[in-house]
Structures are given as structure tokens and as C-alpha cells.
């Protein structure tokens, strides 16, 4: 059976594929990976944890030559997934746009540009057309800190990407040096111009967040944290839909080349 790696950072994006699972037979979790399976495709859903430190220690061990997260599956995958939500560097790209990567940028100056895989964003594009449902083909780039403000978000906009996530460049990069196809799809939560509470203020060096200072920030900025928590949901309901259309199809992993 056909084998699909999908890695989210945090549960609540995980949450919707979690429940497609639920719902089927076979389903089996372990600390960091859940395992089921959904119309003819096994799916194995890696929950990374925030940050390119943490989602690049996921990726290695799901995609090295050993898997210590999941010995049990015992196989090469034949396609790889990363998905959530991203931030928008573009007015072109509001609140609820569905973006697959093209490419993936890094704000560390000394990482390269990394691609993805044309036949799965082509794949993906006709089954989402196929249910009425648009997606844009982006340029994406990771950085370690979030953008939480405009002139953050415009300084990152002249490296030509359009949206900001925090993960996405170590996985592709896992999945490049594995030789696996893989594609990023995620849904815009953070417009342009929304203004968010400044959490890079949490961060601690080794680039994890500071769970109690990062309330503390939160409560400091009620307004703002309510409205980001309420984008948040809607795009996470709108990838909920997505992945209800894509997960099953067989041309996941019917591919042959990059």
C-alpha cells in the first residue's frame, strides 16, 4: 500500500488529519507519529513541534536511513506532505488562501533554495480545481522568528517569497536528501497587515518558545491574540476541506520523478 510522511508543527494543525484517521481502521499513535490509513494511501502524521530546529530533528529521523519515530513501518514513504498555516507577505494572498510551494527560501543567507515536487503540485492542483476549490502556487521561506510586523513582514517579502512559515525548509530539505517526493500545502492565517502580539519575545536561544512567557505575551495583547486565534481556526477549517480531497487520491503517490 502506497505510503504518505505528513508532518504539521503543532496538534492543532494536525487535529484534522488526526480525526480522518479516527474514523478508520487500523488507526495507532505514538509519541510523535500517528498511523492509519485513508482511502488507498497510508498515511503516517509526524507532529513536529515549533521551529526549524525541531521540525529539522523530525524530519531526520522520519526520513534517515533509520527512523527511530517509526520503526514499525519499515519503508521507504513514496511521497511526503507538510502542512498548516503560513503568514502572508503579499496583499495578493489574504486570510483563507490555500498555497502549495513551488520553493522554499530559508532566512539563514547560507541555505540554498530548495524545490518541490512539480508532479505533486500539479496533482494536487487538479483534484482542489476538480472540487471548485483555488489554490496559488507560492514561493515560501522559513524563518526561526515570526514576522508579527509589517516592516518585518515587507524586509522578508524582497527575498521573493510570499508567505512565511517556520518549518517547512527543513522538512523539504529532509525530504530532497531522501530522494522522496514532497510538497507543501498550507492555508493563510496571518494577512499582511495583521498586527500580532510580538511572541519572538519568547523565543529562547536555542530557538524554542517559552511556554509561560508566551502567555504572558498573550494576555498583554488580548484583542490581538483573540483575533490571531480566530484566523487561525478558520484556516485550519479550510484545511480541514483540503485535505478531505486530497489524502485519498491515488495520484498522491502515483509518481515518477520529482
Same mark, same amino acid.
Given at each position: 500500500?502506497?505510503?504518505?510522511?505528513?508532518?504539521?508543527?503543532?496538534?492543532?494543525?494536525?487535529?484534522?488529519?488526526?480525526?480522518?484517521?479516527?474514523?478508520?481502521?487500523?488507526?495507532?499513535?505514538?509519541?510523535?507519529?500517528?498511523?492509519?490509513?485513508?482511502?488507498?494511501?497510508?498515511?503516517?502524521?509526524?507532529?513536529?513541534?515549533?521551529?526549524?530546529?525541531? =521540525?529539522?530533528?523530525?524530519?531526520?529521523?522520519?526520513?534517515?536511513?533509520?527512523?527511530?519515530?517509526? @520503526?514499525?513501518?519499515?519503508?521507504?514513504?513514496?511521497?511526503?506532505?507538510?502542512?498548516?498555516?503560513?503568514?502572508?507577505?503579499?496583499?495578493?494572498?489574504?486570510?483563507?488562501?490555500?498555497?502549495?510551494?513551488?520553493?522554499?527560501?530559508?532566512? *539563514?543567507?547560507?541555505?540554498?533554495?530548495?524545490?518541490?515536487?512539480?508532479?505533486?503540485?500539479?496533482?494536487?492542483?487538479?483534484?482542489?480545481?476538480?472540487?471548485?476549490? *483555488?489554490?496559488?502556487? +507560492?514561493?515560501?521561506?522559513?524563518?526561526?522568528?515570526? =514576522?508579527?510586523?509589517? *516592516?518585518?513582514?515587507?524586509?522578508?517579502?524582497?527575498?521573493?517569497?510570499?508567505?512565511?512559515?517556520?518549518?517547512?525548509?527543513?522538512?523539504?530539505?529532509?525530504?530532497?536528501? =531522501?530522494?522522496?517526493? +514532497?510538497?507543501?500545502?498550507?492555508?493563510?492565517? *496571518?494577512?499582511?497587515?495583521?498586527?500580532?502580539?510580538?511572541?519572538?519575545?519568547?523565543?529562547? @536561544?536555542?530557538?524554542?518558545?517559552?511556554?509561560?512567557? =508566551?502567555?504572558?505575551?498573550?494576555?498583554?495583547?488580548?484583542?490581538?491574540?483573540?483575533?490571531?486565534?480566530?484566523?487561525?481556526?478558520?484556516?485550519?477549517?479550510?484545511?480541514?476541506?483540503?485535505?478531505? +480531497?486530497?489524502?485519498?487520491?491515488?495520484?498522491? +503517490?502515483?509518481?515518477?520523478?520529482?
Amino acid at each position: 500500500m502506497p505510503l504518505v510522511y505528513v508532518f504539521a508543527a503543532m496538534k492543532s494543525e494536525a487535529r484534522p488529519l488526526e480525526q480522518m484517521l479516527a474514523r478508520q481502521a487500523g488507526l495507532s499513535s505514538a509519541t510523535r507519529v500517528t498511523e492509519g490509513k485513508i482511502g488507498n494511501n497510508e498515511i503516517a502524521l509526524f507532529l513536529t513541534g515549533i521551529g526549524p530546529r525541531r =521540525a529539522g530533528e523530525c524530519a531526520e529521523a522520519a526520513l534517515g536511513s533509520i527512523s527511530p519515530l517509526a @520503526p514499525q513501518l519499515g519503508a521507504r514513504p513514496d511521497a511526503a506532505l507538510v502542512i498548516g498555516t503560513c503568514g502572508s507577505l503579499s496583499a495578493s494572498l489574504p486570510e483563507g488562501t490555500i498555497v502549495t510551494y513551488l520553493s522554499c527560501l530559508s532566512t *539563514d543567507p547560507s541555505q540554498r533554495p530548495l524545490t518541490c515536487s512539480a508532479r505533486l503540485n500539479a496533482c494536487v492542483g487538479k483534484l482542489l480545481e476538480s472540487k471548485g476549490l *483555488d489554490r496559488e502556487q +507560492v514561493i515560501g521561506i522559513t524563518s526561526a522568528r515570526a =514576522a508579527t510586523r509589517l *516592516d518585518q513582514k515587507l524586509a522578508l517579502a524582497q527575498s521573493g517569497a510570499t508567505v512565511i512559515d517556520m518549518e517547512s525548509y527543513k522538512i523539504v530539505a529532509g525530504a530532497n536528501q =531522501a530522494q522522496v517526493p +514532497v510538497l507543501v500545502l498550507r492555508v493563510v492565517s *496571518d494577512s499582511l497587515d495583521r498586527k500580532m502580539p510580538d511572541f519572538n519575545r519568547a523565543l529562547k @536561544p536555542a530557538g524554542d518558545f517559552d511556554g509561560l512567557k =508566551a502567555l504572558r505575551i498573550a494576555v498583554g495583547s488580548p484583542l490581538r491574540t483573540l483575533r490571531m486565534i480566530a484566523a487561525s481556526r478558520r484556516a485550519i477549517r479550510h484545511l480541514e476541506i483540503v485535505l478531505e +480531497v486530497i489524502l485519498p487520491a491515488a495520484c498522491l +503517490v502515483s509518481i515518477n520523478g520529482p
